[in-house]
Antibody, heavy 118, light 111 residues
Framework: QVQLQESGPGLVKPSETLSLTCTVS????????WSWIRQPAGKGLEWIGR???????NYNPSLKSRVTMSVDTSKNQFSLKLSSVTAADTAVYYC????????????WGQGTLVTVSS | QSALTQPASVSGSPGQSITISCTGT?????????VSWYQQHPGKAPKVMIY???KRPSGVSNRFSGSKSGNTASLTISGLQAEDEADYYC???????????FGGGTKLTVL
């Protein structure tokens, strides 16, 4: 069974860079797309972007200027960096597998809360 | 404001059927059979219930079904059970510019 686990600082200062890593276990990270999705408290889901194991990326146009994703297949990990954060970036951040052919996100991490505050 | 429109809440009694709508545009729901639905219980990660409009992943109850007509997709849950009480989100591919859009979510209450 594929499992995903997010890790990273739970508190980030305004204007700094949010950095998260997702570790995949129970299966290989290779030959799949991997995404980051966030959810502010009490609100809906927002797709941030996806990365293929070749390193090819697609980002949400509304966040594209601040987002960088990377993958480390040797560690079965992929990562998210979001720069110049503000309080509006406070959310639970999920990593997920997919979407394959833009179809669905089939495996999700448990989520990690990141708060932007000084 | 979310790109896809869902009712904020729906409710039903155990055993009944309910339908949650997800309205988009001709640029997303209307153009692609790439609508998926996610169930989210409080404090938990979302779980895919339907993908590609009407396909059910292995392990998902056949009480869950999906359909689409024009720019509106729908999730139907039949034989409502207490465990179905959760938030439900639709999601669609939206073309090469916007890529992925979610609905605002619908809170299902089982009375």
């Amino acid at each position: 069974q594929v499992q995903l686990q997010e890790s990273g600082p739970g508190l980030v200062k305004p204007s700094e860079t949010l950095s998260l890593t997702c570790t995949v276990s129970g299966g290989s990270i290779s030959n799949y797309y991997w995404s980051w999705i966030r959810q502010p408290a009490g609100k809906g889901l927002e797709w941030i972007g996806r990365i293929y194991t070749s390193g090819s990326t697609n980002y949400n146009p509304s966040l594209k200027s601040r987002v960088t994703m990377s993958v480390d297949t040797s560690k079965n990990q992929f990562s998210l960096k979001l720069s110049s954060v503000t309080a509006a970036d406070t959310a639970v951040y999920y990593c997920a597998r997919g979407p394959v052919n833009w179809g669905a996100f089939d495996y999700w991490g448990q989520g990690t809360l990141v708060t932007v505050s000084s | 404001q979310s790109a896809l429109t869902q009712p904020a809440s729906v409710s039903g009694s155990p055993g009944q059927s309910i339908t949650i709508s997800c309205t988009g545009t001709s640029s997303d729901v209307g153009s692609y059979n790439l609508v998926s639905w996610y169930q989210q219980h409080p404090g938990k990660a979302p779980k895919v219930m339907i993908y590609e409009v009407s396909k059910r992943p292995s392990g998902v109850s056949n009480r869950f079904s999906g359909s689409k007509s024009g720019n509106t997709a729908s999730l139907t849950i039949s034989g409502l059970q207490a465990e179905d009480e959760a938030d439900y989100y639709c999601c669609s591919y939206a073309g090469s510019s916007t890529l992925v859009v979610f609905g605002g979510g619908t809170k299902l209450t089982v009375l």
